[in-house]
C-alpha cells in the first residue's frame, strides 16, 4: 500500500510550551494539546482517503498507480454511481482498522466531475455519522488534485490541495472547530507506482484550530518532508502562535526517527513524536 503515517505532533509541542508557563494551567492546557494530535491525525486520513478514491474513479481498473491508491480495509465497502458527468463514491467504515491503528465508523462520500483530462480536478467530500476514533466529524470542503511542477519538485508531479473546515465532537461532548488548508506532494517515488518505499511527500499550509478556551494557529514555514517507509515527519518547521506567545517546532535534518525540537524564547528543548 502507498501510506504513509502523517502524525504532525504540533500539540506536543503547545503542551510543553504551556507548562513553561504556568504550571497551574498545564493540565487543561495538556488537554487541548491532546485534541489537537487527534485532529491532526484525523485530516490525514480523511485526506488519503479523498485522494485514493480519486485515483481509484481515474484508473479503477488498475489498483496501485501513479496517483498513490492504498487499499481499505477489507469490513470497508465502496458504492459508486455514475451520472453522464458526474462520479460519487460512498465509503462506509464498520468500526474498520487502518494500516496506521485509527478505527474508522461512518461514511465519506466523495465526488467529482468525469471530465479527467482538464488540467485540474476539484474533489468533493463530506460525512455522514463519520467517526474516528470514536470522535465525530462533520463538514464538506474540497481537494483539487492536479499534476503540476511546483517549486518542490520542478517535475510534474501530483498536487493536492485539501481545504480544511471541520466540526470535532469527542465522546465527552466537546466541541473543536478547525479551518485551514494543506498542501500536499508526492514529489518523489511517482514514477516508480508499484513501489510504496520510495515515496516522498512534501506538505505546505496552515490552519487553525478553536478550542473552548482559545484558539491556536499553526504555519508550516518549511515544508515537511514525509517518506513512506518512516512513520514520522523527517523534516521541516512549524510555526505556531497561541495567545500572542510563539513556539518553533522542527523536525530535523532528514534522517527517520521520533525526535523534534521546541523552541521557545531562545530555549530549545528536544521532544518526541508519535501518537
Not at 4 to 16: D, E, P, Q, V, Y
Not at 61 to 89: F, H, I, M, Y
Not at 233 to 241: D, F, H, M, P, T
Request: hydrophobic share 35%; charged share 15%.
Amino acid at each position: 500500500m502507498k501510506t504513509t503515517k502523517f502524525i504532525l505532533g504540533l500539540a506536543l509541542a503547545f503542551s510543553i510550551f504551556s507548562c513553561s508557563k504556568d504550571d497551574s494551567n498545564s493540565s487543561s492546557e495538556l488537554n487541548e494539546a491532546k485534541v489537537s494530535a487527534k485532529i491532526d491525525m484525523a485530516t490525514e486520513d480523511v485526506a488519503k482517503i479523498v485522494e485514493d478514491q480519486y485515483a481509484l474513479q481515474v484508473n479503477p481498473g488498475a489498483g496501485k498507480n501513479n496517483l498513490e491508491t492504498q487499499d481499505l480495509p477489507s469490513c470497508a465497502t465502496v458504492t459508486v454511481e455514475l451520472t453522464a458527468s458526474t462520479w460519487t463514491r460512498t465509503v462506509v467504515f464498520d468500526n474498520c482498522t487502518l494500516p496506521n491503528g485509527n478505527v474508522l465508523d461512518g461514511t465519506i462520500i466523495v465526488s467529482g466531475s468525469l471530465n479527467f483530462d482538464t488540467p485540474s480536478h476539484t474533489i468533493s467530500y463530506t460525512f455522514i455519522d463519520f467517526h474516528h476514533n470514536n470522535i465525530l466529524i462533520e463538514g464538506n470542503r474540497t481537494v483539487v488534485r492536479s499534476m503540476q511542477s511546483t517549486a518542490a519538485q520542478g517535475t510534474v508531479h501530483p498536487v493536492a490541495n485539501m481545504s480544511i473546515d471541520m466540526t470535532v465532537t469527542f465522546p465527552n461532548g466537546n466541541v473543536y472547530h478547525r479551518v485551514g488548508n494543506r498542501v500536499r506532494e508526492l514529489i518523489e517515488g511517482f514514477d516508480t507506482p508499484m513501489i510504496w518505499a520510495d515515496n516522498v511527500f512534501s506538505i505546505t499550509g496552515s490552519w487553525t484550530t478553536t478550542f473552548p478556551a482559545g484558539t491556536q494557529t499553526s504555519t508550516i514555514t518549511t515544508p515537511l518532508r514525509v517518506r513512506a517507509n518512516c512513520p514520522n515527519i523527517v523534516r521541516g518547521v512549524v510555526e505556531i502562535v497561541r495567545n500572542d506567545n510563539t513556539a518553533i517546532l522542527d523536525y530535523g535534518n532528514g534522517e527517520c526517527d521520533n525526535q523534534a525540537t521546541l523552541t521557545i524564547n531562545g530555549t530549545t528543548t528536544t521532544i518526541t513524536l508519535g501518537h
